[in-house]
């Protein structure tokens, strides 16, 4: 994909480590120009547009509304951080005594992630929110988790170009 402005003088010599992911979120959230011309507020899906991919990082912005949830997911390979620019997001990670561990994040929050973190965004209130999201190496594939019926996790290996959204468990 060609880098779209305001953006093109982006451009990276290597995969990024997660503290050089979360400047590049920072810098990006703190220039609006980067990213307020791509929200697309939608009541019924994520919106969410790639701003920079190359061959060692990817860069989207994600507009959320109330109800928006990606389902459980990771990251295949890839370490990520994501900067909120607008509103507040929920992220979720699974804990083995079967509860969840919830954290908000909200405007001028920037927080980062390794390859194997696991875990749910989701939208839980009535303000829209905005975040952008840095990838690296870049991604290609990513994890869909579902709980069966039995408790147990089953992962579905999805390409990064398919909308992340909750899998139903199996039957």
Not at 15 to 35: C, K, N, Q, S, Y
Not at 68 to 77: I, K, L, N, P, Q
């Amino acid at each position: 994909m060609r880098p779209r402005p305001p953006v093109p003088t982006l451009g990276f010599e290597h995969d990024l480590d997660r503290d050089e992911l979360r400047a590049l979120v920072g810098r990006l959230a703190a220039d609006e120009t980067a990213w307020r011309p791509h929200v697309r507020l939608d009541a019924e899906r994520r919106q969410f547009e790639q701003l920079w991919r190359d061959g060692h990082a990817d860069i989207w912005v994600i507009s959320w509304m109330r109800g928006h949830d990606t389902g459980f997911h990771d990251h295949d390979v890839s370490r990520g951080a994501v900067a909120v620019v607008a509103g507040e997001i929920v992220e979720e990670r699974l804990v083995l005594s079967g509860g969840l561990f919830e954290r908000r994040h909200a405007t001028g929050d920037v927080f980062d992630f390794d390859a194997s973190h696991v875990h749910r965004m989701r939208k839980d209130d009535d303000r829209p929110c905005v975040t952008i999201h840095a990838y690296s190496p870049p991604l290609w594939r990513m994890g869909a988790y579902a709980v069966d019926a039995d408790g147990t996790l089953r992962r579905t290996s999805i390409s990064y170009a398919e909308e992340l959204r909750p899998i139903d468990a199996a039957a």
